[in-house]
């Protein structure tokens, strides 16, 4: 059953609206909410996982968390006129700016999947009903001592979760997907999804 009081912002990775923001749609879809996935990099094709690095560079450059979090705060706006309750869920970079926008007071909640950047924003406190989701094992940082630093700041709104896995572990179109790991924490998603619209 569609639930028009509530809708959620997905915001994309490094290479855009790709094929796993569809599925993500898809997916989140089923849950009954409208699912906007708003193209921050304003590029219709997206860059494959291959051209990582010039995804990567493309990025900061052009878009970078200031900006991203701007966007996605404009489409916020936009859409608390048309919902009662407005969350954001957000991947990789696209988690961290979602976790940035949980500071603004306009969001209802946030999703924050392997944000491997919130590292460098762990004293933004969320305002919001906040879920962050990580891998058990990333490349560029260890993060054991990410969550470890997040729980001992007892933010009041924040739930931590930790998967066994890589980074991209929820994306069935990457070499770093982990089925049962996606499972679990796509089930925790729901649930929390669940619990906000109660």
């Known amino acids: 059953m569609k639930n028009h009081n ?10 855009g609206v790709n094929e796993h923001m569809k599925y993500m749609k898809e997916i989140l879809s089923k849950l009954g909410i409208d699912i906007i996935c708003p193209n921050l990099l304003h590029k219709e094709i997206p860059y ?3 051209e990582e690095e010039f995804a990567y560079e ?9 900006k991203g979090v701007h966007q996605i705060n404009n489409v916020i706006t936009e859409l608390k006129q048309r919902y009662r309750r407005v969350g954001v869920i957000g991947f990789s970079v696209g988690a961290t700016i979602a976790w940035l926008c949980g500071e603004n ?8 999947c392997y944000g491997s950047r919130i590292r460098n924003y762990v ?6 009903p906040t879920l962050l989701v990580f891998a058990n094992k990333e490349k560029a940082f260890d993060t054991h001592d990410l969550v470890d630093m997040l729980e001992k700041k007892r933010y009041l709104f924040l ?3 930790s998967f066994e896995g890589s980074h991209g572990f929820m ?4 070499d770093n997907y982990k089925k049962l790991s996606a499972h679990l924490a796509l089930r925790h998603i729901n649930e929390f999804v669940q619990k906000q619209l109660s």
Not at 6 to 15: D, G, K, P, Q, R
Not at 105 to 112: L, S, T
Not at 171 to 174: G, I, L, Q, V
């Open 48 to 50: 494959s996982y291959r």
């Open 123 to 128: 004293d933004v406190e969320p305002t919001c």
């Open 159 to 161: 739930e931590v979760k």
């Open 6 to 15: 509530m809708a959620i912002v997905l915001v994309h990775e490094i290479y």
């Open 105 to 112: 007071k306009i969001c209802d909640f946030v999703i924050g």
């Open 171 to 174: 994306d069935p179109f990457s």
């Open 58 to 66: 493309n990025f900061t450059q052009n878009v970078g968390f200031e």
